[in-house]
């Protein structure tokens, strides 16, 4: 980067903290990430970094060695953003309303761009080779299928990647044996009741009473069905109901 100084490290550093910033500037959505993928892809070229041919519309894998004999092992970093308006007022926030870096993506992509810049270095001297997977719509849980069904992964024997964890002091890495973070999955609920005036509530069937009953009943799951030595979790996110302060809806 010009106009950079200090060690080489230095300037990596200053460089990734001014892509993490540029990307967190830029968010794009899940299948929507076409400006990020081509910025990664310009970042790679320019380090000579081998791109691959994959079937990916966003999203993108390269590779780095191969000249000695050895394993395949891929690196992995998601690179979408999620729906949500940014109000933190960072002189590099979010210009995409409603999109914002908020799952720390940015940081993600920003990690494995300095990664491989770093094995580049070192290229000569690897036993094997490094797949870069830089993997779109982790949000809705279909990047990891495209990636899979592109054959991008084919020949790996390991792959490793990375969720940043703000309750962890900087500078550690924390590991564990089995599963780490929660598997996601989604449910909805519709309680039809019966509309009324917000005077006469006896007249009709108030369902935000029923929706809270339920919202209350479901936090008994986890801690009455659950194995106290398992973990789960279920949160409550969105409840919709009602357009008028003074009527029950229905």
């Given amino acids: 980067m010009?106009?950079?100084t200090g060690t080489k490290e230095q300037?990596?550093?200053?460089?990734?903290?001014?892509i993490r910033r540029h990307l967190h500037r830029y968010p794009e959505l899940s299948n929507e990430e076409v400006e990020t993928t081509a910025y990664i892809r310009r970042l790679l070229k320019e380090q000579d970094i081998t791109i691959l041919d994959v079937p990916l519309r966003t999203?993108?894998?390269a590779e780095i060695g191969g000249q000695q004999e050895?394993?395949?092992?891929?690196?992995?970093?998601?690179?979408?953003?999620l729906p949500i308006q940014e109000e933190t007022g960072l002189p590099y926030a979010s210009l995409h309303p409603g999109k914002m870096h908020a799952c720390g993506h940015?940081?993600?992509?920003?990690?494995l761009l300095g990664a491989a810049a770093l094995l580049k270095q070192r290229e000569q001297k690897l036993?094997?080779?490094?797949?870069?997977v830089f993997q779109p719509a982790e949000e809705k849980a279909k990047g990891a299928a495209q990636v899979l069904d592109s054959g991008a992964l084919a020949g790996v024997q390991a792959i490793f990647g990375l969720h940043n964890k703000p309750d962890l002091p900087v500078g550690t890495v924390g590991i564990k044996e089995g599963p780490l973070m929660a598997a996601a999955d989604g449910f909805y609920i519709e309680v039809e009741g019966q509309s009324t005036h917000a005077a006469v509530p006896h007249a009709g069937i108030d369902p935000i009473v029923v929706s809270s009953h339920i919202i209350?009943?479901?936090?008994?799951i986890v801690s009455r069905s659950v194995n106290p030595l398992d973990s789960a979790v279920i949160s409550v996110t969105k409840l919709h109901s009602g357009n008028a302060w003074n009527i029950i809806p229905d």
């Avoid at 300037?11 to 001014?18: F, M, N, P, R």
């Avoid at 940015?106 to 990690?111: E, N």
């Avoid at 036993?127 to 870069?132: C, D």
């Fill in 106 to 111: 940015d940081f993600h992509t920003a990690s």
């Fill in 127 to 132: 036993k094997g080779t490094v797949r870069l």
């Fill in 216 to 220: 209350t009943a479901l936090q008994s």
């Fill in 2 to 4: 010009s106009g950079s």
């Fill in 59 to 61: 999203g993108l894998v």
């Fill in 70 to 81: 050895g394993p395949t092992v891929a690196l992995r970093a998601d690179i979408d953003a």
């Fill in 11 to 18: 300037v990596l550093e200053q460089k990734l903290v001014e």
